[in-house]
């Protein structure tokens, strides 16, 4: 933890919810809470970790980065 008021504190959780927003949030009609909570789990599973490439990762998925960096530790 850093000091009270550090900026970046928050800067991976908050930019996470910005792109899920304008990727699904913003695009989907939720019925109830069930479905919110189905969707969620599906966008982040089924897509955001298996095939939305990520820039800080070197425009891999954290799927395909994780499988990669496990093979260089072996």
Do not use: Q
Not at 18 to 34: G, L, Q, V
Not at 41 to 58: A, M, P, V
């Amino acid at each position: 933890m850093s000091r009270k008021g550090n900026c970046w504190d928050n800067a991976v959780a908050e930019s996470f919810f910005k792109i899920y927003k304008s990727e699904k949030a913003y695009h989907c009609k939720f019925r109830d809470e069930a479905d919110v909570l189905h969707k969620t789990f599906e966008y982040i599973e089924c897509y955001y970790n298996r095939k939305r490439k990520h820039g800080t990762l070197g425009y891999l998925t954290p799927v395909e980065f994780e499988k990669h960096f496990n093979k260089r530790a072996a």
